[in-house]
């Protein structure tokens, strides 16, 4: 005969798992997110779903420049986010590693995984390798195929475009280039790096603002090497229709001279959502940019929603997992145990920041490597 306390127990951990595990009810309690990468053009056309999305009324947030395309994609598939700007030749190459797929393919790849693909935008973002047009000139450089005469030459690349499968190694290997100088920067760090003349090649993409800003030359890809990269909008399958439908309209509205206005616009006033209202037709001043008071509230207004969302969790499968830590047993012992080994993560996390800082004696990490070891005693 089932005791009244253990009943109890039952019913709180079914009605605990129900609430963790029923469809749609994290959809349910908040809005659609929208992820971007960490440079301007995915900030903007993350802006401009927004926008579309709310027009449809359709509660969405922007998460702006989450990373580099593996934490876009795992964010997606994991479901933190809904939707995010991609490229195809990004999506074939870099994330489901089948080059030169054809969209057909593309799209039923996707939808194995349960996420969905926007017809392209309208424009080519391509990869492109870029030069200061006097630096170029002198060492009369026009096209990538004349940079395996020059080894000298400093190159600035991005990390992701570093470790890309269509990126900096196949690069090397297709063109016969011998790099002695390389190093890796953020995307916006490139661009400083060569007005100040302490590079003289970077990684950039072809609808950037900041190339004809800074006097820049693509340099040509004569032998054709960088894939095709349509803007497209990926989301998850099990967003409101009425949000697919507003992603979907936005097919085939930017050409490439209407996204670089749109960057040079966003890079002149850091103002995304200002820049995604010319998309829309409307005046870039009708939105200021936010007050440091206005973030301050937002941030922490979110933090407050994050606090509350994780302690509500916490309570949720802490009451029954105490309940049957109290009962002893191995599965009390079990339950302890695994608690006692997660309370560590803390410490493991501020452990792996402070590693590579020599400027934090080694008596601090030794403690903060001590404090973990007790911990699992």
């Given amino acids: 005969m089932i005791s009244p306390r253990r009943r109890i127990a039952n019913r709180v951990g079914i009605v605990c798992f129900a609430f963790l595990w029923l469809p749609g009810f ?17 900030y903007v056309l993350a802006e401009i779903a927004k926008r579309a999305l709310e027009t449809g009324d359709v509660k969405v947030e922007h998460r702006e420049g989450m990373g580099g395309t593996i934490i876009l994609w795992e964010g997606l598939r994991g479901g933190g986010i809904q939707i995010y700007p991609e490229y195809t030749g990004t999506i074939s190459e870099e994330i489901l590693k089948q080059p030169a797929m054809g969209e057909k393919e593309m799209r039923a790849a996707l939808d194995r995984l349960g996420l969905a693909m926007t017809p392209d935008l309208g424009f080519n973002n391509t990869y492109a390798l870029v030069m200061r047009g006097d630096i170029a000139a002198k060492m009369g450089i026009r096209s990538i195929s004349d940079l395996p005469s020059h080894p000298e030459i400093r190159y600035g690349l991005t990390h992701e475009f570093l470790d890309r499968r269509d990126g900096w190694r196949p690069l090397l290997r297709r063109y016969g280039i011998s790099a002695k100088n390389v190093i890796g920067l953020e995307h916006a760090l490139g661009y400083a790096g060569l007005a100040n003349g302490e590079i003289d090649v970077k990684d950039a993409y072809s609808t950037d603002a900041k190339i004809a800003q800074n006097n820049l030359i693509v340099l040509k890809d004569d032998w054709q090497f960088f894939p095709q990269y349509r803007a497209v909008f990926l989301y998850r399958k099990e967003i409101p229709p009425v949000a ?59 933090h407050l929603e994050l606090a509350g969302l994780s302690l509500l969790l916490a309570v949720i499968v802490g009451i029954p997992l105490g309940i049957l830590a109290s009962r002893g047993g191995a599965v009390g012992q079990l339950i302890l145990g695994g608690s006692g080994i997660i309370q560590t993560i803390p410490s493991l996390a501020l452990l792996a920041l402070l590693v590579p800082l020599p400027f ?6 030794t403690a903060i490597a001590a404090l973990f070891l007790y911990s699992l005693l």
């Fill in 360 to 365: 934090f004696g080694i008596s601090v990490r």
């Fill in 244 to 302: 697919a439908t507003a992603l979907n309209k936005l097919a085939a509205t930017i050409d490439e001279a209407r996204m670089i206005k749109l960057n040079a616009e966003a890079e002149r006033t850091k103002n995304y959502a200002a820049a995604a209202q010319l998309y829309f037709g409307d005046s870039a001043v009708a939105t200021p940019s936010e007050t440091l008071a206005h973030k301050l509230t937002r941030w922490t207004l979110r």
């Fill in 26 to 42: 994290e959809t349910l309690a908040s809005p659609l997110i929208v992820g971007s990468k960490k440079f301007t053009e995915s």
